[in-house]
């Protein structure tokens, strides 16, 4: 197969979507690999990398999408991305469509099948191709949410971990999955006070065993979210409901309750975000401010630590990669039920249910999708 891998063309988004290391692969199992030059260059993957890898190094992207049969990418494809797309053609990459009717409905009118990291599957329910942007997002999270803290970006100039004498910060944490325990993980490290809301009592045990009195843990009511977002001085939004838009969580009246330039960090952004306040930024403007709590929305976090999650991220895909290069995005699904949970566009129609139903499109299952 013919796989492409075009520069990704989202604001301040480095990340490539096959390293050298994975070009080599795809290429000792027969297959091509065309990369847009300079795909890699500001994290260190050089044209040189790849061409020594057995990729074909290519000047203009309209060659990788009018020739390659399949795309691989790390973000969603820009309206410009999605015109080049073809009804032959299959994409894989993370779409986040629940929260995008226009790039749903320019992935409908190409045809093509777009296959979601985000939505894929394992064996035991997670979602192996999220968990490792989810990780790297998470730790981030609190990194950022340290720095938005700084008085100079409009935080309330508090030290996460305070100093002897002076109380270190409190930061709640909505949601207990991958993001939620990776941010607690941070920020129990940087000596926050932190506590953690879910509304899975079995997720709840086993936070406890992780974090013991490090931090609290907190069955998830809106009292519950009330009484400690009115108390934090971070918030970090870290809910998941797959392939659907996020839940509102926290209301744009609950932000008047809140301390003054405390600060929201919305991880849960590419799906809609979870307070009712959120809205997309970019690393170039990454924050705002509502009622006097500063927000940071970026919809790519992970990319600001782009050398890192490329590589985390390759590893998780790769192996799915090479199943649809090598047997067909047909016959991969049906030899895989979980890869076929990643199937969200497919000629046309809309073959992930929660993505239906947030966006009012008519559903087709993706093994109807399959036998068609």
């Not at 129990?188 to 953690?196: E, F, Y």
């Amino acid at each position: 197969m013919l796989i492409g891998v075009p520069k990704e063309t989202k604001i301040h988004e480095y990340r490539v979507g096959v390293p050298p290391a994975g070009v080599r692969e795809l290429v000792q199992h027969g297959h091509r690999v065309m990369v847009e030059r300079d795909a890699g260059t500001e994290i260190g993957l050089l044209d040189e990398h790849y061409e020594r890898a057995g990729a074909q190094v290519v000047d203009e992207v309209a060659e990788i999408y009018g020739t390659a049969e399949m795309i691989v990418k790390v973000k969603e494809p820009q309206p410009a991305e999605c015109a080049m797309l073809r009804g032959d053609q299959v994409l894989f990459t993370y779409l986040h469509l629940a929260a995008d009717a226009v790039q749903t409905n320019a992935l409908i009118d190409s045809g093509c099948v777009a296959i979601a990291y985000e939505t894929v599957t394992d064996a035991r329910g997670g979602l192996p191709l999220l968990a490792p942007m989810s990780e790297v997002a998470g730790r981030m999270s609190i990194q950022a949410g340290a720095h938005c803290l700084e008085k100079e970006q409009g935080g309330r100039g508090v030290l996460l971990g305070g100093v002897p004498g002076v109380p270190p910060a409190d930061v709640v944490i909505l949601g207990g999955g991958v993001v939620g325990t990776h941010a607690a993980r941070m920020a129990v490290g940087m000596g926050a006070r932190v506590t953690i809301i879910d509304r899975s009592i079995p997720r709840l045990r086993q936070l406890d065993e992780i974090f013991g009195a490090s931090a609290t843990t907190l069955y998830s009511t809106v009292l519950a979210i009330e009484e400690t977002v009115h108390n934090a001085d971070l918030v970090i939004g870290a809910v998941l409901v797959v392939g659907a838009a996020a839940p509102k969580l926290v209301r744009r009246d609950m932000l008047d309750e809140m301390r003054r330039n405390a600060v929201v960090v919305d991880v849960a952004i590419d799906q809609g975000g979870c307070f009712e306040t959120s809205r997309p930024t970019t690393h170039a403007e990454p924050t705002y401010k509502v009622a006097n709590v500063l927000h940071y929305c970026v919809t790519n976090m992970p990319g600001a630590v782009a050398r890192t999650s490329t590589f985390a991220l390759s590893n998780a895909t790769l192996p799915f990669v090479l199943a649809l290069a090598g047997n067909g995005w047909r016959q991969a699904m049906r030899g895989d039920p979980h890869l076929m949970h990643g199937l969200n566009v497919c000629r046309g129609r809309i073959t992930h249910e929660a993505v239906a139903l947030d966006l009012g499109h008519d559903y087709l299952a993706p093994d109807q999708a399959l036998a068609a």
